[in-house]
């Protein structure tokens, strides 16, 4: 009998097999294709590079348009990129659909785009057999001068490891959204609910913002990590650029609401779901002017780690003491529906 695969990401093994198998067509104007790690595709244009990215939003939410527009502009601006141009599949479930859900979730998409500055250039929507809740695939295309791209396997040994806001930023918004009732049944109150919900918003999953800013700068490599959290992400650039890390545990800033819900629901903070979080290396004479610059901004950021060589590994030290950072392609997150 065929083995069932688990909820969340591919193995990172399974992945590349068929990453490295399956690749339709050469063309060498592909510059950054399919491949672990890397946010987005890059393809040469004659005086830019054309930046595309797809991505779903796949469990529910109330804010899934709004969600899927700035998923997607997240992996466009990590590579120093712009957002410009966004579509969408979206799908909907039969004898649940109405006219308002629709227009609800266009309006959501519309808005988004507007408050990025990007244009909507089409897409499909159907309503389909078999849905439970709605999904929606989006798709952006951006643009980078070719002498301000970054890519995720930059990073270099010696560089200091940056990372913006805190973690959990996405986990704490779904944690609040889909165990709402059973976190006031807990005796959380009214206002630490909606407090965890906005994180959506505040301080936002959006990461377009600090990316373009760090950009100005010599920056080495950047990623928006997001299923498998921080530790996934560290991983990621890692596993890119071929370089190992150690990262220092009491400089990771997790924001109130998500240590409270990540206790509460027996998560580890460092493996659960945090779009709204940028990573970044740089020399350190670069990150002291990035730090300065989002301080000016009202960006909070932290210098959690360098990057070693890869015979290093990538460890974290814990209270002077140092070991493996784990990591999981299955988000801590997917616990609350095992």
Same mark, same amino acid.
């Not at 141009?85 to 629709?102: A, G, R």
């Not at 100005?216 to 959290?229: A, L």
């Not at 206790?263 to 493996?271: S, T």
């Given at each position: 009998?065929?083995? +069932?695969?688990?909820?969340?990401?591919?193995?990172?093994?399974?992945?590349?097999?068929?990453?490295?198998?399956?690749?339709?067509?050469?063309?060498?104007?592909?510059?950054?294709?399919?491949?672990?790690?890397?946010?987005?595709?890059?393809?040469?244009?004659?005086?830019?590079?054309?930046?595309?990215? #797809?991505?779903?939003?796949?469990?529910?939410?109330?804010?899934?348009?709004?969600?899927?527009?700035?998923?997607?502009?997240?992996? =466009?601006?990590?590579?120093?990129?712009?957002?410009?141009?966004?579509?969408? /599949?979206?799908?909907?479930?039969?004898?649940?659909?109405?006219?308002?859900?629709?227009?609800?979730?266009?309006?959501?998409?519309?808005?988004?785009?507007?408050?990025?500055?990007?244009?909507?250039?089409?897409?499909?929507?159907?309503?389909?057999?078999?849905? %439970?809740?709605?999904?929606?695939?989006?798709?952006?295309?951006?643009?980078? %001068?070719?002498?301000?791209?970054?890519?995720?396997?930059?990073?270099?040994?010696?560089?200091?490891?940056?990372?913006?806001?805190?973690?959990? =930023?996405?986990?704490?918004?779904?944690?609040?959204?889909?165990?709402?009732?059973?976190?006031?049944?807990?005796?959380?109150?009214?206002?630490?609910?909606?407090?965890?919900?906005?994180?959506?918003?505040?301080?936002?999953?959006?990461?377009?913002?600090?990316?373009?800013?760090?950009?100005?700068?010599?920056? #080495?490599?950047?990623?928006?990590?997001?299923?498998?959290? *921080?530790?996934?992400?560290?991983?990621?650039?890692?596993?890119?650029?071929?370089?190992?890390? *150690? @990262?220092?545990?009491?400089? +990771?800033?997790?924001?109130?609401?998500?240590?409270?819900?990540?206790?509460?629901?027996?998560?580890?903070? *460092?493996?659960? @779901?945090?779009?709204? /979080?940028?990573?970044? /290396?740089?020399?350190?004479?670069?990150?002291?002017?990035?730090?300065? /610059?989002?301080?000016? %901004?009202? @960006?909070?950021?932290?210098?959690?780690?360098?990057?070693?060589?890869?015979?290093?590994?990538?460890?974290?030290?814990?209270?002077?003491? @140092?070991?493996?950072?784990?990591? #999981?392609?299955?988000?801590?997150?997917?616990?609350?529906?095992?």
């Amino acid at each position: 009998m065929a083995k +069932i695969l688990p909820l969340g990401k591919l193995k990172y093994n399974l992945l590349e097999e068929f990453l490295q198998k399956y690749r339709g067509i050469e063309d060498k104007r592909l510059i950054v294709g399919p491949k672990i790690g890397e946010d987005a595709a890059i393809i040469s244009l004659p005086d830019r590079y054309l930046v595309a990215k #797809s991505d779903p939003v796949t469990f529910a939410t109330d804010e899934i348009g709004w969600y899927a527009v700035n998923v997607n502009a997240n992996d =466009i601006a990590v590579r120093g990129a712009r957002p410009r141009w966004f579509q969408s /599949t979206i799908l909907l479930p039969e004898e649940k659909t109405t006219k308002d859900l629709v227009e609800k979730v266009f309006s959501q998409i519309s808005l988004a785009c507007k408050e990025l500055k990007v244009a909507i250039v089409g897409g499909h929507t159907e309503v389909s057999h078999n849905l %439970k809740q709605p999904i929606v695939v989006g798709c952006m295309f951006g643009e980078v %001068k070719k002498e301000r791209l970054i890519t995720t396997s930059g990073a270099k040994v010696g560089d200091d490891i940056l990372l913006t806001k805190g973690i959990v =930023i996405e986990g704490t918004s779904i944690l609040a959204r889909e165990k709402e009732e059973e976190l006031r049944q807990r005796g959380y109150s009214h206002d630490f609910i909606r407090r965890s919900k906005d994180y959506l918003h505040n301080p936002g999953i959006s990461v377009v913002k600090d990316a373009l800013l760090a950009n100005k700068y010599k920056v #080495s490599s950047m990623h928006d990590p997001t299923e498998g959290g *921080l530790a996934t992400g560290l991983y990621e650039i890692a596993r890119a650029s071929q370089v190992g890390m *150690l @990262i220092y545990a009491q400089k +990771i800033p997790i924001l109130p609401e998500s240590k409270i819900l990540c206790q509460e629901f027996g998560l580890n903070p *460092l493996g659960t @779901i945090t779009s709204g /979080t940028l990573l970044l /290396t740089t020399k350190t004479e670069n990150s002291l002017k990035i730090l300065k /610059t989002y301080k000016t %901004k009202g @960006i909070k950021a932290s210098l959690i780690g360098k990057v070693k060589d890869k015979t290093c590994g990538i460890k974290i030290e814990v209270d002077g003491k @140092i070991t493996n950072l784990k990591y #999981s392609e299955k988000d801590e997150i997917t616990k609350l529906w095992d």
